[in-house]
């Protein structure tokens, strides 16, 4: 297979079981099936919809002739998005490609004053479309468009939304205003979102082939759902990291990616670990406090940073190494000088280097007696990337079933969310009654 899985020698996944366990994992299989045909889980299927990537190919063609594409979201909205064109975008086409995934007024002013406000397409994505972040930058886009003399009725010529078909504060404004819309489907969270129009649109202007990266999840789409359960790698994945939290309180997850290119999708992984499954309730009760913890890391270069804890340090994680088998470019390292180390190095190439380093890592990993999972890739493309994505968001719904909670939901996000609007009308308050306008300290 394309997509390979492997587990160090010494800590590998179970691979018997007696009646009871054999019954319990076809529940669950069962249940996974069950989840990703649901109406409430439209992430699985949703490569296969051609309508969403024809629309966004209709808008990227309308737009373009635009020089600089702003992605504004945050979350599940931005960083799938993020993820795919810093992978795999041309290098051309990403250098005028922006993410404003925060609110950070001097980012902000940065960004704002290095483009042209007129050569430029804002695409703001909100599944929700009521998220206080993305709003603002909103507003504040359009007093910037509106100081440049584009008025209302020309916002359509500089704004795409892309949100819920039917609700939401955002869709409001893009009915008001006839603004150009992508939808995301209503069965379709942020996080889960990198196989809608999210991601397809940015991924457009970067130069990406959207149909093959689509193509790629159906491929390992097969795979995913091979009913020869022991051979079933999701299966094994999430079999081995629930055995690991059970029998030895495992509890974090290492994500490590063998790539620069990759380190966003490190950040990816992050998200969608930690808001899917840290949940304080579970199906059946209250205050479980579950989750697993997420910790991003790229190779080599955290081979110097973090993996000495990693190595050494509490027994309490698992590392999830991604490696890419074969890199497109590589360098001979044949230099002029006869002496130690750089006859070590004469013979190979950059990626010889890579390789080793990996090996190394996994070797004394072993020795140690730390577990892992070795997920290779032949090439970084279009397909493979569409494969890994779809993998890792089944594995997080997988392992919300296995810890019981809600993989979809994240009310302590929604909490937080809650709050900031409560302190925004009490500031304003505030500021009524005093007539001040000197800044105030949230405590
Ligand atoms: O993954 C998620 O559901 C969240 O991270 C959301 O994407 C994030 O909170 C932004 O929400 P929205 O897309 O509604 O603006």
Same mark, same amino acid.
């Given at each position: 297979?394309?997509?390979?899985?492997?587990?160090?020698?010494?800590?590998?996944?179970? @691979?018997?079981?007696?009646?009871?366990?054999?019954?319990?994992?076809?529940?669950?299989?069962?249940?996974?099936?069950?989840?990703?045909?649901?109406?409430?889980?439209?992430?699985?299927?949703?490569?296969?919809?051609?309508?969403?990537?024809?629309?966004?190919?209709?808008?990227?063609? #309308?737009?373009?002739?635009?020089?600089?594409?702003?992605? %504004?979201?945050?979350?599940?909205?931005?960083?799938?998005?993020?993820?795919?064109?810093?992978?795999?975008?041309?290098?051309?086409?990403?250098?005028?490609?922006?993410?404003?995934?925060?609110?950070?007024?001097?980012?902000?002013?940065?960004?704002?004053?290095?483009?042209?406000?007129?050569?430029?397409?804002?695409?703001? %994505?909100?599944?929700?479309?009521?998220?206080?972040?993305?709003?603002?930058?909103?507003?504040?886009?359009?007093?910037?468009?509106?100081?440049?003399?584009?008025?209302?009725?020309?916002?359509? !010529?500089?704004?795409?939304?892309?949100?819920?078909?039917?609700?939401?504060?955002?869709?409001?404004?893009?009915?008001?205003?006839?603004?150009?819309?992508?939808?995301?489907?209503?069965?379709?969270?942020?996080?889960?979102?990198?196989?809608?129009?999210?991601?397809?649109?940015? =991924?457009?202007?970067?130069?990406?082939?959207?149909?093959?990266?689509?193509?790629? =999840?159906?491929?390992? *789409? #097969?795979?995913?759902?091979?009913?020869?359960?022991?051979?079933?790698?999701?299966?094994?994945?999430?079999?081995?990291? #629930?055995?690991?939290?059970?029998?030895?309180?495992?509890?974090?997850? %290492?994500?490590?990616?063998?790539?620069?290119?990759?380190?966003?999708?490190?950040?990816?992984?992050?998200?969608?670990?930690?808001?899917?499954?840290? *949940?304080?309730?579970?199906?059946?009760?209250?205050?479980?406090?579950?989750?697993?913890?997420?910790?991003?890391?790229?190779?080599?270069? !955290?081979?110097?940073?973090?993996?000495? /804890?990693?190595?050494?340090?509490?027994?309490?994680?698992?590392?999830?190494?991604?490696?890419? *088998?074969?890199?497109?470019?590589?360098?001979?390292?044949?230099?002029?000088? @006869?002496?130690?180390?750089?006859?070590? /190095?004469?013979?190979?190439?950059?990626?010889?280097?890579?390789?080793?380093?990996?090996?190394?890592?996994?070797?004394?990993?072993?020795?140690?007696?730390?577990?892992?999972?070795?997920?290779?890739?032949?090439?970084?493309?279009?397909?493979?990337?569409?494969?890994?994505? /779809?993998?890792?968001?089944? /594995?997080?719904?997988?392992?919300?079933?296995?810890?019981?909670?809600?993989?979809? !939901?994240?009310?302590?996000?929604?909490?937080?969310?809650?709050?900031?609007?409560?302190?925004?009308?009490?500031? *304003?308050?505030?500021?009524?009654?005093?007539?001040?306008?000197?800044?105030?300290?949230?405590?």
């Amino acid at each position: 297979m394309t997509f390979g899985v492997d587990f160090p020698s010494t800590f590998k996944p179970r @691979e018997s079981f007696d009646e009871g366990e054999s019954q319990n994992l076809k529940e669950t299989w069962g249940l996974f099936k069950e989840t990703i045909a649901s109406d409430e889980a439209g992430f699985f299927y949703a490569n296969s919809n051609k309508e969403l990537r024809g629309d966004s190919k209709r808008v990227f063609e #309308k737009f373009r002739h635009k020089k600089y594409f702003v992605h %504004v979201g945050i979350g599940g909205s931005s960083l799938g998005s993020s993820t795919l064109v810093e992978a795999l975008g041309k290098k051309d086409k990403k250098k005028n490609i922006f993410f404003l995934d925060n609110i950070d007024p001097e980012e902000t002013y940065d960004l704002l004053s290095s483009i042209k406000l007129k050569e430029t397409l804002f695409y703001f %994505v909100s599944k929700s479309g009521g998220t206080a972040e993305t709003l603002a930058i909103f507003s504040l886009v359009l007093n910037q468009l509106r100081q440049e003399g584009i008025d209302k009725e020309e916002w359509k !010529d500089s704004i795409v939304c892309a949100t819920d078909p039917n609700s939401g504060a955002l869709r409001d404004l893009v009915n008001r205003y006839k603004l150009d819309s992508l939808s995301i489907p209503s069965n379709i969270g942020g996080r889960f979102s990198a196989f809608t129009p999210v991601s397809y649109l940015p =991924a457009l202007f970067a130069g990406i082939d959207i149909d093959l990266y689509c193509l790629g =999840a159906e491929k390992l *789409k #097969k795979s995913l759902l091979d009913e020869e359960l022991k051979d079933n790698s999701l299966l094994k994945c999430a079999l081995y990291l #629930k055995s690991l939290k059970d029998s030895k309180r495992i509890n974090q997850t %290492v994500f490590m990616p063998y790539s620069s290119k990759l380190k966003l999708l490190s950040s990816w992984f992050v998200q969608l670990w930690a808001e899917s499954l840290g *949940k304080k309730n579970s199906f059946s009760k209250e205050n479980v406090y579950e989750g697993l913890t997420p910790i991003s890391a790229y190779g080599v270069t !955290d081979q110097h940073s973090q993996l000495q /804890l990693f190595m050494e340090g509490p027994r309490d994680k698992c590392i999830l190494f991604l490696q890419i *088998k074969s890199f497109k470019h590589d360098f001979e390292l044949k230099s002029p000088f @006869e002496e130690e180390p750089f006859t070590k /190095l004469n013979p190979h190439s950059l990626s010889d280097l890579m390789r080793a380093e990996f090996r190394g890592t996994l070797r004394a990993l072993e020795e140690e007696g730390r577990p892992y999972i070795h997920f290779t890739i032949p090439s970084l493309n279009e397909e493979t990337l569409g494969m890994v994505i /779809l993998f890792f968001q089944s /594995l997080t719904v997988f392992m919300g079933q296995f810890l019981e909670v809600n993989p979809f !939901d994240q009310p302590g996000v929604e909490l937080g969310k809650k709050f900031s609007f409560e302190l925004l009308a009490t500031k *304003k308050e505030e500021e009524k009654k005093s007539h001040s306008k000197e800044g105030f300290t949230y405590v």
